[in-house]
């Protein structure tokens, strides 16, 4: 089983390549779960017919914890990809990285790796601030690789070389290793070379270059990844690209 957690700035389009990827990886025939660590619960949306499912939080606020059984936490999307969300807290109470603990602690209460046995694990992790639960991918031993996603704009770069400080506190530890960024485009002026250029100062390479094309909005208005909407599209070869050289950075 390899473990990769996914990290990015809020909005910079981590989701959505996530769940394209988690397509991508089940296409090549490669068992798939994806295990959304956003308050917002929307990252296994477009895998799962644009519903959003409930989160892990929702079922303990829902359920007493001896009640919650694992088929309520891992649901069925495309292609097999078995999909978790973790969830958040009430709005305006509590702690978001705490909910994200609670989820992990219960996935493995209930024996979810070993009853379904993925192949590959992605973590979809908001990397606006790596403290606290926001954290537990990198430092607690759930992934082994981390992917960045990021854009030539500067809060995207900046967010990108807090994470990859955040990964080398831990690096002496065992935890996960940096495997390097996805450059999904924004249409930066020069973007690749600036990328390139901050990647100097941070360290590692582009693993991909993710174009700006309108498929992928084409897809997600039908609630769907560009793998799934949009099969022969060039989008669609550009994601499987991308899951055959993540698998290859991750020596599989």
Do not use: W
Not at 33 to 50: A, E
Not at 84 to 91: C, F, L, Y
């Amino acid at each position: 089983m390899v473990k990769i957690a996914i990290y990015g700035k809020g909005g910079i389009g981590k989701s959505t390549t996530t769940a394209n990827l988690s397509a991508a990886l089940s296409k090549m025939g490669l068992k798939v779960m994806q295990i959304g660590c956003d308050p917002k619960s929307d990252s296994v949306k477009n895998l799962c017919g644009g519903e959003k499912i409930t989160s892990v939080l929702d079922v303990l606020r829902s359920k007493k914890s001896e009640d919650v059984k694992l088929e309520d936490l891992v649901h069925v999307g495309f292609n097999g990809v078995l999909c978790v969300e973790a969830g958040g807290p009430t709005p305006g109470i509590g702690c978001a990285g705490r909910g994200i603990i609670t989820a992990f602690e219960k996935l493995e209460e209930l024996d979810a790796y070993e009853i379904h046995r993925p192949d590959v694990v992605l973590y979809d992790v908001l990397g606006d601030v790596v403290c606290g639960g926001f954290a537990m991918p990198i430092r607690n031993g759930y992934a082994d690789h981390v992917f960045i996603v990021t854009s030539g704009e500067m809060m995207a770069l900046y967010a990108a070389n807090n994470i990859v400080s955040a990964i080398k506190n831990f690096g002496n530890r065992g935890y996960a290793s940096y495997a390097g960024v996805i450059l999904n485009s924004r249409n930066v002026e020069n973007e690749v070379e600036v990328v390139r250029k901050a990647l100097d100062e941070i360290g590692g390479e582009i693993v991909q270059v993710v174009p700006r094309d309108g498929t992928v909005q084409v897809a997600e208005n039908q609630g769907k990844t560009v793998i799934e909407a949009c099969p022969d599209s060039d989008m669609a070869g550009v994601y499987m690209a991308l899951a055959k050289k993540v698998m290859e950075k991750c020596n599989v």
